[in-house]
């Protein structure tokens, strides 16, 4: 029977313990539109998913900074999608999404010079939104 040299058991057992600790990897903001959103919005983001509600077209997501002439509103789509929004801008058809609520919280700079904690999923969502903007943003707004 072989014996594992002594000098090798100490690297073995920190391996195991940091690989214990080390954290979930997070979910791409692709792979949550593709289970959150594609349903809906189509796995193009233009709008053309079977699962939207019957009679309503949802909206190419796209063309969000498109639509605000070149500026994208970091803030105000994460609203949209977290379900804020629903008291002061209602969307027929649009559901919230309470799990993009959930932990972990992250740091996030909302562009105004304020960093506060915000959900993981969200934040890579609205990022992976904005890298499929056609044209590109122009410009930002918080």
């Known amino acids: 029977m072989s014996r594992i040299p002594s000098f090798v ?3 073995l057992a920190l391996a195991g313990v940091l690989s214990a600790c080390t954290p979930e990897p997070p979910v791409s903001g692709r792979a949550l539109f593709a289970e959150n959103c594609a349903g809906c919005h189509g ?3 233009t709008g ?3 699962g939207a509600s019957p009679g309503t077209t949802p909206p190419d997501l796209t ?3 498109a639509r605000r002439d ?3 509103p970091m803030l105000e789509v994460m609203s949209i999608i977290d379900g804020y929004a629903k008291g002061t801008n209602p969307r027929a058809g649009m559901p919230a999404f309470s799990g993009f609520l959930d932990p972990p919280l992250v740091p996030f ?5 304020v960093t506060v904690e915000a959900p993981r999923n969200l934040i890579a969502l609205v990022e992976y939104l904005e890298t499929i903007q056609s044209p590109p943003p122009t410009d930002y707004v918080p």
């Open 9 to 11: 058991l100490p690297p």
């Open 43 to 45: 796995s193009d983001a």
């Open 48 to 50: 053309g998913g079977p």
């Open 63 to 65: 063309r969000i900074a």
């Open 70 to 72: 070149g500026i994208w």
């Open 109 to 113: 700079d909302t562009g105004n010079g």
